[in-house]
T-cell receptor, first 111, second 114 residues
Framework: QKEVEQNSGPLSVPEGAIASLNCTYS??????FFWYRQYSGKSPELIMS????GDKEDGRFTAQLNKASQYVSLLIRDSQPSDSATYLCAARTLNTDKLIFGTGTRLQVFP | ETGVTQSPTHLIKTRGQQVTLRCSSQ?????VSWYQQALGQGPQFIFQYYREEENGRGNFPPRFSGLQFPNYSSELNVNALELDDSALYLCASSSPLAGVYEQYFGPGTRLTVT
């Protein structure tokens, strides 16, 4: 079982819709979670971090964490074609700074 | 504020050779982590340096080694290159103060081993 799992996609949504990206993790010791966006041929760019159960909003992005279900999600409202990229979910375990990444979900936003 | 920088951008090496990749951390960050990202995969943790000491290592053989300098910049060295070492090598810097653990990536070095 992979430590952080994501559906590889592609997830296709129309412009203006809400894109919902999901991630599950296996290590209950995981404390902090991060969403990165990676355009083809580029390095990952940090979008959101979340440490506590519940929702965290930043502009068009909302991260959701449910530690009991070991589930993290990222919602992108009013999706734009420029949001088309691979979204990586990462988990950090207690007392380490090591990030464990999923394989990423490819998002396609079509006009 | 200066972001994370890496050099070189691209590199082509032959199997069996050695390579050194360089990273300068973001201003104010004292911790550097290195990751390997194969095509279609998420980044894999290689190791981390904090205050010039290795502070955690992933499942990579000893031919992957590193250094951190007093100015917090870092090097990744790979000896006896293998074809499977072809990947994007990413450096990330962070400053884990007061429970903040965000890591910020540099642009990466694309290594091709032939």
């Amino acid at each position: 079982q992979k430590e952080v799992e994501q559906n590889s996609g592609p997830l296709s949504v129309p412009e203006g819709a809400i894109a919902s990206l999901n991630c599950t993790y296996s290590d209950r010791g995981s404390q902090s979670f991060f969403w990165y966006r990676q355009y083809s041929g580029k390095s990952p760019e940090l979008i959101m971090s979340i440490y506590s159960n519940g929702d965290k909003e930043d502009g068009r992005f909302t991260a959701q964490l449910n530690k009991a279900s070991q589930y993290v999600s990222l919602l992108i409202r009013d999706s734009q074609p420029s949001d088309s990229a691979t979204y990586l979910c990462a988990a950090r375990t207690l007392n380490t700074d090591k990030l464990i990444f999923g394989t990423g979900t490819r998002l396609q936003v079509f006009p | 504020e200066t972001g994370v920088t890496q050099s070189p951008t691209h590199l082509i090496k032959t199997r069996g050779q050695q390579v050194t990749l360089r990273c300068s951390s973001q201003s104010g960050h004292n911790t550097v982590s290195w990751y390997q990202q194969a095509l279609g995969q998420g980044p894999q943790f290689i190791f981390q340096y904090y205050r010039e000491e290795e502070n955690g290592r992933g499942n990579f053989p000893p031919r992957f080694s590193g250094l951190q300098f007093p100015n917090y910049s870092s090097e990744l060295n790979v000896n006896a290159l293998e074809l499977d070492d072809s990947a994007l090598y990413l450096c990330a810097s962070s400053s884990p103060l007061a429970g903040v653990y965000e890591q910020y990536f540099g642009p990466g070095t694309r290594l091709t081993v032939t």
